[in-house]
């Protein structure tokens, strides 16, 4: 099974900043990687589908780079509707495994 | 736009079987040859475990983790797949999830989720 670990496990950022948060993957899976945003009370949202491409409606804000083990998701102008939990997933090999997760907060 | 929507008991016994049904609507659960019907499951303020998909053809793969205790099917006159998870215990209760696997490897339709309690 590929583990996805997921850095830092909380973030506290201010509005207007550039926020990265990182993955990681426990052998190398290319640009098989998907990102998620998960608000309190919903289902995951898709943002980010082979380690780069937003999913449909995502705003541009939002962008993906890595290949390989290492991976990144960059929010460039973080909003406060941003404030979320966010999960990394691997689609390289059965089972599909998730990281544990990022959690933005307001500083 | 597709949507998917849970329903099932919130409630289970210990040692008894856990049992969801994942209703489609937007879309037949049978088109589109790159669509694999998941089960998600979040323990309580965890992170995303995937339990299995199953085909609409019927064809499962599901978590080496789990694999001895779930059953998966699906109802395409119904537009509807199952979960079955057997056994169960504390340990099984989460937030448990229907969506859309694509082949590309995304999850792009999610139900709302249900919270699923195993007590006696």
């Known amino acids: 099974e590929i583990v996805m670990t997921q850095s830092p496990a909380t973030l506290s950022v201010s509005p207007g900043e550039r926020t990265t948060l990182s993955c990681r993957a426990s052998q190398n899976i290319g640009s098989n990687l998907a990102w998620y945003q998960q608000k309190p009370g919903q289902a995951p949202r898709l943002l980010i589908f082979a380690a780069s491409t937003r999913a449909t409606g995502i705003p541009a804000r939002f962008s993906g780079s890595g290949s390989g083990t290492d991976f990144t998701l960059t929010i460039s102008s973080l909003q406060s509707e941003d404030i979320a939990v966010y999960y990394c997933?691997?689609?390289?090999?059965?089972?599909?495994?998730f990281g544990g997760g990022t959690k933005l907060e307001i500083k | 736009q597709v949507h998917l929507q849970e329903s099932g008991p919130g409630l289970v016994k210990p040692s008894q079987t856990l049992s969801l049904t994942c209703t489609v609507s937007g879309g037949a659960i049978s088109s589109g040859d790159d669509s694999y019907w998941s089960w998600i499951r979040q323990h309580p303020g965890k992170g995303l475990e995937w339990i299995g998909y199953?085909?609409?053809?019927?064809?499962?793969y599901y978590n080496p983790s789990l694999k001895s205790r779930v059953v998966m099917s699906v109802d395409t006159s119904k537009n509807q797949f199952s979960l079955k998870l057997s056994s169960v215990t504390a340990a099984d209760t989460a937030v448990y999830y229907c969506?859309?696997?694509?082949?590309?490897?995304?999850?792009?339709?999610w139900g709302q989720g249900t919270l699923v309690t195993v007590s006696s």
């Open positions: 199953i085909y609409h053809t019927g064809g499962s």
């Open positions: 997933q691997q689609y390289k090999n059965w089972p599909l495994t």
């Open positions: 969506a859309r696997y694509l082949h590309d490897g995304s999850f792009d339709y």
